[in-house]
C-alpha cells in the first residue's frame, strides 16, 4: 500500500508517476485574451515611426561630416546638359519643324485614304468675288483636309471685299463650307482723289466700281464717312425735302459739315445746333426763295445771323445793290433786314467743296 502521508502535497498522475515540481516559476501573461501583444517595445529596427534614413538624408549627413561623394554633382550636371539641350531644340523651332513634319505626313496618307478636299461651297454671297474667296481660302483640290487651318481661312476671307464677317467649316471627309454676311453700301466717300463705297459705320467696302453708287449719298473729306450716319438720319427726318437737294455732304476740319445743293449753292451749318439752322434755311427759302437766287454760299453758323455771298456776276456793277434788294425784299421785316448780310465772295474767300473753314 502507498503510504497516504508520503505523497502528500506531491502531484501523483494517473499513471502512478510523480510529477516534479517546476523549479522555475512560468510567466504570467497580462496581455487580456483576444488581444496581440505588443513587441514594439522590444524591436528597435523595422519600427513604423523609425524609417531608415533615404540616400539625400545620408549625403547631407555625410557633407555635415565632411566627407561626400560626387554622384549628386555629376546628376546634376548631366540634367543641366539635357536642359540647356531641349531649350536649344526648342527655341530653335527643331522640335516643332519636326513635330510639323510628322503633321505633315500623316495628313498626306490621311489624303491619301479620302479625306482631301474635293469641294468647296458658299452662302450669303451677293457682291464678294468668288475668285476673291477661293484665293483667301488659300487651298487646291487635293490639299489635306485635317491641313486645313479654318481660322486663319476665316481671318483671310473677312479681308475681302464686301465680307463684314465669316464662318469657315470642314466638312468630312471632302468639303470646306463658307458662310459670310456683307456689308450693305451707305454712301461714297471722297477722300483726296479717292472714291470708296462705306457702309453705315464708316468702314470702306470697296473701290471698284463707285460709279455704279451714284444713287447714295456723296460724303467730302477726312472723318465724313465716321460721322456721315447722324448728319443723314437727322436731315431725313426732320427735312427730308431739304435733303433731296443737297448733292454732296462736306466735312470742315471733322468738325461740322457744308451742304452743297444740286444748284452748287453751299450751305454752312454750325457746329451745335445744325436741327436749328437746318429749320431756319428751309424757312428762309420758302418765303424768299433765297437758295434759288444768284448766290454761292449761306453762312448759318453764327446764330444771330446769316450771311449770303454773291456770285461774281451778282456784285458786279450795280449788280450787288440790286442783289441785296433782291434778297430782302419789302415783305421781310426791319430784324430780318439786319440779320442779313451780304458779302463778296472774292473779298472774303467763300468756301468751295472742300473747304476748311
Known sequence: MRSVGSSRGKAVSRTGVRAVASKSKKKVSKVAPGRRRSISGDRVFGRRNVRPASAVMRWLDDVRDGSFGMKPFSYATIALILSLGLYGLFVGGHVSA?????????????????????????????????????????????????????????????????VKSATVTRLLPDAIRIDIVERKPFAIW?????????????????DNNVKDYAALPFIVGF?????????????????????????????VGDRRWNLRLENGV????????????????????????????????????????????????????????????????????????????????????????????
Not at 458658299?122 to 477661293?134: I, N, Y
Not at 477722300?191 to 470697296?206: A, K, N, P
Not at 472723318?223 to 437737294?245: K, N
Open 98 to 162: 519636326a513635330g510639323q513634319e510628322v503633321a505633315n505626313r500623316a495628313n498626306k496618307l490621311m489624303a491619301l485614304a479620302g479625306f482631301s478636299i474635293e469641294d468647296v461651297t458658299v452662302s450669303g454671297r451677293s457682291h464678294a468675288e468668288s475668285a476673291a474667296l477661293l484665293k483667301a481660302l488659300g487651298v487646291s483640290r487635293g490639299d489635306p483636309i485635317f491641313g486645313f487651318d479654318t481660322e486663319v481661312a476665316r481671318q483671310n476671307v473677312e479681308r475681302v471685299d464686301w
Open 223 to 251: 472723318g465724313g464717312a465716321r460721322e456721315a450716319e447722324d448728319i443723314l438720319t437727322l436731315m431725313s427726318s426732320a427735312q427730308p425735302d431739304f435733303l433731296a437737294r443737297v448733292r454732296a455732304f462736306v466735312r
Open 266 to 357: 453751299d450751305v454752312k451749318l454750325p457746329e451745335v445746333g445744325v436741327e436749328q439752322a437746318l429749320a431756319e434755311i428751309v424757312s428762309l427759302d420758302a418765303q424768299y426763295k433765297i437758295l434759288s437766287r444768284d448766290i454761292e454760299s449761306v453762312d448759318l453758323r453764327l446764330p444771330d445771323r446769316v450771311s449770303v455771298a454773291l456770285t461774281p456776276e451778282a456784285m458786279s456793277g450795280n449788280g450787288g445793290a440790286l442783289a441785296a434788294k433782291a434778297l430782302a425784299p419789302a415783305s421781310m421785316g426791319s430784324n430780318q433786314r439786319n440779320q442779313m448780310k451780304i458779302t463778296d465772295p472774292a473779298k472774303v474767300g467763300a468756301a468751295r467743296v472742300g473747304g476748311n473753314t
Open 190 to 206: 471722297q477722300r483726296g482723289g479717292e472714291l470708296s463705297v462705306v457702309d453705315i459705320d464708316g468702314h470702306i467696302i470697296t
